[in-house]
């Protein structure tokens, strides 16, 4: 997004980049790899509320004069590297780029989209129906095209995917095990390949149209 922000820094998967509760005074851009952002409830149970690609951002509180962050974003798959971005450098790009004000407000409203409909899901739709969404989203929003369909992101395990649906890994294996039976899903090389995205869909849904993350590429100032 911007380069005056200086060079991005790298994280091994596993590694915490900002960790919940603490004091937010930057907004992050993903350059590449994947961040996963959840969020611990007091009883000490964990949701994953989202999982970030190249071109998305985090730390949008920095952009209402910080505090603390109501989540942790935490580096998944093989590496993932985040350019930290200051409120004042931000401000000044976006007085000379405008456009770059609205890809921002286009970012962070995307996010919003896939909040909200996650909370439906979980609100309308059964386990075995939210793990098959979660899975087409995954695909779409961040798979890479492999020989016979599109490989979900490296390192996300059963116990991943429970968290981001609420769902025990028990639950999980179980519909892998269904979604396998029928073809629509492979796991080969430690990841998980879907060979048919829009077949992960409910009868009379519409299919996803968010593009996948190698299709994202973030608007930097000349």
Do not use: K, W
Request: net charge neutral; proline share 7%.
């Amino acid at each position: 997004m911007v380069l005056a922000a200086g060079a991005p820094r790298r994280y091994r998967h596993g590694e915490v980049i900002v960790g919940q509760g603490q004091e937010v005074d930057c907004l992050r851009l993903v350059v590449t790899g994947a961040v996963r952002l959840a969020a611990v409830a007091p009883s000490g149970r964990e949701a994953v509320v989202g999982l970030l690609g190249p071109g998305d951002v985090f730390g949008e509180i920095a952009l209402l004069g910080g505090g603390p962050s109501p989540v942790e974003a935490r580096a998944v798959g093989d590496e993932a590297s985040v350019l930290a971005i200051p409120p004042a450098v931000l401000r000044d790009l976006f007085r000379r780029l405008p456009a770059t004000a609205e890809e921002l407000l286009r970012i962070v409203a995307s996010r919003l989209h896939d909040t909200t409909t996650a909370l439906e899901e979980a609100l309308t739709r059964d386990v075995p129906t939210r793990i098959s969404l979660r899975l087409q989203h995954l695909a779409v929003a961040h798979g890479e095209d492999a020989e016979d369909g599109v490989a979900l992101p490296s390192r996300l395990t059963q116990e991943e995917l429970g968290r981001m649906v609420g769902a025990t890994r028990e639950t999980v294996n179980r519909t892998l095990a269904a979604l396998a039976a029928r073809g629509v899903l492979a796991h080969r090389d430690r990841r998980y390949v879907v060979r048919d995205p829009q077949a992960l869909l409910p009868a009379g849904d519409a299919p996803a149209l968010r593009p996948r993350a190698d299709a994202r590429t973030p608007s930097r100032a000349p």
